[in-house]
């Protein structure tokens, strides 16, 4: 089961991807010609991403709850900088970032220490959704829980792979408001 969640979280991620830079592409460029070209470029790009992805096995643990748990912690702490201190959303971000990164020091024999600093950083950036979309902690604090499932799903794919984190938190900011918008 959990090798099936891993590859389908895996899948997820690099469908987003793909989706949303067709998508983009299709918004600033309607010349079909164009769309053919960078659509055949995603393809390759695709063909490579997919050669590189690894669906190692991984191990999860009862502490990838707490995980779950602090990345929705990271996008709320990030999301209460930015709309009640008015900090911004990097300078929100890099607060929070900075703040977890120091955890490991309270204990560096504590193997939990050491894995929060990646998911809290991780709920940042879904903590940096605009107020435009998230209306309200309860968006964010469900995209930053969904981000941290991704996050824990998708721990032994992507390595070496820049944007990881923010692909993942992207993915649980999309699959909330995808969930609100087939409910309401």
């Known amino acids: 089961m959990y090798r099936f969640l891993t590859r389908l979280s895996g899948l997820f991620i690099i469908a987003l ?3 949303f830079i067709l998508t983009a592409i299709y918004d600033k460029c309607p010349n079909p010609y164009l769309i053919a070209i960078f659509s055949g470029i995603i393809a390759l790009l695709a063909f490579f991403y997919i050669k ?10 009862k502490l990838d709850v707490i995980l779950i748990l602090f990345t929705g912690l990271g996008a709320v702490v990030t999301y209460a ?18 703040a977890s990164s120091l955890l ?13 600093p990646v998911a809290m950083y991780c709920g940042a950036f879904a903590g940096m ?16 829980l969904f981000s941290g499932i991704l996050l824990i799903f998708t721990k032994t794919t992507l390595q070496g792979f ?6 993942i938190a992207f993915g649980g900011v999309a699959l909330v408001s995808l969930i609100l918008y087939l409910i309401f």
């Open 52 to 61: 590189k992805f690894s669906f190692r096995n991984s191990v999860y643990r």
């Open 162 to 167: 820049g944007g990881k984190l923010g692909t």
């Open 129 to 144: 959704t605009s107020p435009l979309i998230a209306n309200g902690y309860a968006f964010i604090l469900a995209a930053g």
């Open 17 to 19: 991807h793909f989706v």
């Open 104 to 116: 490991p020091y309270l204990n560096r024999r504590s193997e939990i220490l050491r894995e929060l």
């Open 81 to 98: 900088f930015n709309i009640e201190a008015g900090l911004g959303v990097v300078l929100s971000a890099g607060i929070t970032g900075l």
